[in-house]
C-alpha cells in the first residue's frame, strides 16, 4: 500500500509532516512535494482538473497499468474525505488484507 502525502493547506508541510501517521510496516508513506500523484488522479481518474485531496484510491491485487487508458485496472474502492469514508475504506480492503495471508 502506498500513501503520498503532500502539502494543500496552509499550515502543512514536510517539516511538519507525520509520516508514522500509518504506522502499518505494510504502508510505505511517500513526500509529493510538487502534488503530481494528486494532479495525475484528478484528471486521470476523476476527469478533473486541478488537484484531488483527503481521498483514496483502492485497488486490488490484480491491478495492471494498462496502457490503452493511461491507468491502472481494477479500481475496487474509491472515496473522501478518507475520514468520513473510513468504514468504506475498512470495509474494502479487509478482503484485500485476508487474500495476503
Same mark, same amino acid.
Not at 15 to 24: E, K, L, N, T, V
Not at 49 to 56: E, K, L, T
Given at each position: #500500500?502506498? *500513501?503520498?502525502?503532500?502539502? #494543500?493547506?496552509? !499550515?502543512? +508541510?514536510? +517539516?511538519? =509532516?507525520?509520516?508514522?501517521? #500509518?504506522?502499518?510496516? %505494510?504502508? *510505505?508513506?511517500? =513526500? /509529493?512535494?510538487? %502534488?503530481?500523484? +494528486? $494532479?495525475?488522479?484528478? $484528471?486521470?481518474?476523476?476527469?478533473? $482538473? !486541478?488537484?484531488?485531496?483527503?481521498?483514496?484510491?483502492?485497488?486490488?491485487?490484480?491491478? %495492471?497499468? /494498462?496502457?490503452?487508458?493511461?491507468?491502472?485496472?481494477? &479500481? *475496487?474502492?474509491?472515496? !473522501? *474525505?478518507?475520514?468520513?469514508?473510513?468504514?468504506? &475504506?475498512?470495509?474494502? &480492503?479487509?478482503?484485500?488484507? +485476508? $487474500? !495476503? %495471508?
Amino acid at each position: #500500500m502506498y *500513501t503520498v502525502w503532500f502539502s #494543500m493547506l496552509a !499550515g502543512d +508541510s514536510r +517539516s511538519g =509532516w507525520h509520516s508514522g501517521a #500509518m504506522p502499518d510496516p %505494510r504502508v *510505505t508513506n511517500l =513526500w /509529493d512535494e510538487q %502534488r503530481i500523484a +494528486s $494532479q495525475w488522479f484528478s $484528471q486521470h481518474i476523476d476527469g478533473e $482538473q !486541478g488537484y484531488v485531496w483527503d481521498a483514496y484510491y483502492l485497488y486490488g491485487p490484480d491491478a %495492471r497499468w /494498462d496502457s490503452a487508458n493511461n491507468a491502472p485496472t481494477s &479500481l *475496487t474502492s474509491t472515496g !473522501g *474525505t478518507v475520514r468520513s469514508k473510513l468504514g468504506d &475504506l475498512e470495509a474494502s &480492503l479487509t478482503p484485500l488484507l +485476508s $487474500q !495476503g %495471508r
